[in-house]
């Protein structure tokens, strides 16, 4: 597929907008409205009587999603959001006084909140030095101790696209015996993953970033290794090996599913099938190929125009958001929203272009900033 063929699935919002936000939400194809159409199609024609072609069906969904980071379905849980499979993995953890996790204030709330209140537990909460908007492993290595009972950072920064080493980390997570947990709604889609690569024993993410789904729906991995060991409070039927039996007898399943308490968002998750399907066709690999390429037009525009770039720009450290900076930046966030132009303003200018954008649309967000600073 040429990128013409793709934005052809993004209409109309790629004409209506230059969307460079999907570090915020990203642009959804047509096809995903299709995947949702399929399950109430079923509802409208059949009411429930396919309820179990459906449990079928979102166990090939979780799979399709477990290729994505090389993971197994049954080390896939659906789940709402980040933020809730962060609190399931987190809740699910036995700590004990005198154990530390070592976070960083810099990361997305929903990423160190949960963290902080294990104060209560006796938890001691350490923190990673951030310096110049950079994460090095060094200064997580620096809080790691035998104590560590987890570290827990951001695949990539949602303020200024820094890209954390997640093989280092997981190694140094390995060392101690401490679980590695990583938020990766800001680079699935947009970066390769690979959870047994990098030692990752808990991801969570959504899907309406970077994976291009709807809001409402999202996945937690938890390697099958540990899944014993992360207790569940989130209980119901569903997180039974039977459900059907309508059980009187608490035995859960033994795989992420204890995760799962109840029915699951079904048209949410059709949505995500054909989505899935996209990003395998595609493959990530050329999505962040294509990604990194407008980002360089845009890196060289800005060194021209002597514009200061937050983002880091050492190779390993790159992501799919670049992140400038301007004086007054808020003004030239103004100017960019009134000609219809998305970005976001967090430690500058955030600019998150996917695999529906073209140079015309790093072209026009240059003009503007030309415009702004008189270039
Ligand atoms: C790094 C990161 N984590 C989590 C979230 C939000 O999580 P949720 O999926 O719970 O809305 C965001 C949203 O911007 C984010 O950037």
Same mark, same amino acid.
């Given at each position: 597929?040429?990128?013409?063929?793709?934005?052809?699935?993004?209409?109309?919002?790629?004409?209506?907008?230059?969307?460079?936000?999907?570090?915020?939400?990203?642009?959804?194809? /047509?096809?995903?409205?299709?995947?949702?159409? #399929?399950?109430?199609?079923?509802?409208? +024609?059949?009411?429930?009587?396919?309820?179990? +072609? @459906?449990?079928?069906?979102?166990?090939?969904?979780?799979? &399709?999603?477990?290729?994505?980071?090389?993971?197994?379905?049954? $080390?896939?849980?659906?789940?709402?959001? #980040?933020? *809730?499979?962060?609190?399931?993995? %987190?809740?699910?953890?036995?700590?004990?006084?005198?154990?530390?996790?070592?976070?960083?204030?810099?990361?997305?709330?929903?990423?160190?909140?949960?963290?902080?209140?294990?104060?209560?537990?006796?938890?001691?909460?350490?923190?990673? $030095?951030?310096?110049?908007?950079?994460?090095?492993?060094?200064?997580?290595? &620096?809080?790691? =101790?035998?104590? +560590? /009972?987890?570290?827990?950072?951001?695949?990539?920064?949602?303020?200024?696209?820094?890209?954390?080493?997640? $093989?280092?980390?997981?190694?140094?997570? &390995? *060392?101690?015996?401490?679980?590695?947990?990583?938020?990766? %709604?800001?680079?699935?889609?947009?970066?390769?993953?690979?959870?047994?690569?990098?030692?990752?024993?808990?991801?969570?993410?959504?899907?309406?970033?970077? !994976?291009?789904?709807?809001?409402?729906?999202?996945?937690?991995?938890?390697?099958?290794?540990?899944?014993?060991?992360?207790? +569940?409070?989130?209980?119901?039927?569903?997180? #039974?090996?039977?459900? @059907?039996?309508?059980?009187?007898?608490?035995?859960?399943?033994?795989?992420?599913?204890?995760?799962?308490?109840?029915?699951?968002? @079904?048209?949410?998750?059709?949505?995500?099938?054909?989505?899935?399907?996209?990003?395998?066709?595609?493959?990530?690999?050329?999505?962040?190929?294509?990604?990194?390429?407008? !980002?360089?037009?845009?890196?060289?525009?800005?060194?021209?125009?002597?514009?200061?770039?937050?983002?880091?720009? /050492?190779?390993?450290?790159?992501?799919?958001?670049?992140?400038?900076?301007?004086?007054?930046?808020?003004?030239?966030?103004?100017?960019?929203?009134?000609?219809?132009?998305?970005?976001?303003?967090? =430690?500058?200018?955030?600019?998150?272009?996917?695999?529906?954008?073209?140079?015309?649309?790093?072209?026009?967000?240059?003009? %503007?900033?030309?415009?702004?600073?008189?270039?």
């Amino acid at each position: 597929m040429d990128n013409q063929e793709i934005r052809a699935h993004f209409e109309p919002a790629v004409s209506n907008w230059t969307y460079l936000n999907a570090a915020a939400c990203g642009l959804s194809p /047509r096809f995903s409205k299709a995947g949702c159409e #399929t399950w109430w199609n079923d509802k409208l +024609t059949n009411g429930s009587v396919n309820y179990h +072609t @459906w449990e079928d069906d979102a166990l090939e969904i979780k799979a &399709k999603f477990g290729k994505l980071i090389n993971a197994e379905k049954e $080390e896939i849980a659906c789940v709402m959001n #980040t933020s *809730e499979g962060l609190n399931f993995a %987190i809740n699910g953890m036995d700590f004990k006084k005198g154990d530390n996790v070592v976070v960083n204030k810099y990361d997305f709330p929903s990423n160190f909140l949960p963290w902080l209140a294990l104060k209560q537990k006796g938890v001691e909460i350490r923190l990673m $030095e951030v310096m110049n908007n950079r994460i090095p492993v060094e200064n997580v290595q &620096k809080s790691i =101790d035998e104590n +560590t /009972r987890a570290v827990s950072i951001s695949s990539v920064q949602f303020k200024n696209g820094f890209r954390s080493d997640l $093989e280092a980390i997981g190694n140094l997570c &390995k *060392e101690v015996g401490a679980y590695f947990v990583v938020d990766a %709604i800001q680079s699935l889609g947009a970066l390769e993953m690979d959870v047994k690569r990098y030692g990752i024993d808990i991801l969570c993410t959504s899907s309406y970033k970077w !994976l291009l789904g709807p809001d409402g729906v999202g996945f937690l991995y938890c390697n099958k290794d540990i899944l014993d060991e992360i207790s +569940t409070t989130n209980i119901g039927w569903m997180s #039974t090996p039977d459900p @059907w039996s309508f059980p009187t007898e608490l035995e859960l399943m033994k795989t992420a599913q204890k995760f799962e308490s109840g029915t699951l968002p @079904w048209a949410l998750l059709y949505s995500m099938d054909p989505i899935l399907d996209f990003f395998h066709k595609v493959k990530v690999r050329n999505i962040t190929e294509h990604v990194l390429g407008l !980002l360089d037009c845009l890196i060289e525009e800005l060194e021209a125009l002597h514009v200061s770039i937050v983002s880091s720009l /050492r190779e390993s450290e790159r992501s799919c958001i670049l992140v400038f900076d301007v004086k007054n930046r808020e003004k030239l966030a103004e100017l960019y929203q009134s000609r219809n132009v998305r970005i976001s303003l967090r =430690d500058g200018i955030r600019v998150a272009p996917h695999i529906y954008n073209n140079e015309d649309d790093i072209t026009r967000l240059v003009s %503007i900033l030309k415009e702004y600073v008189g270039g």
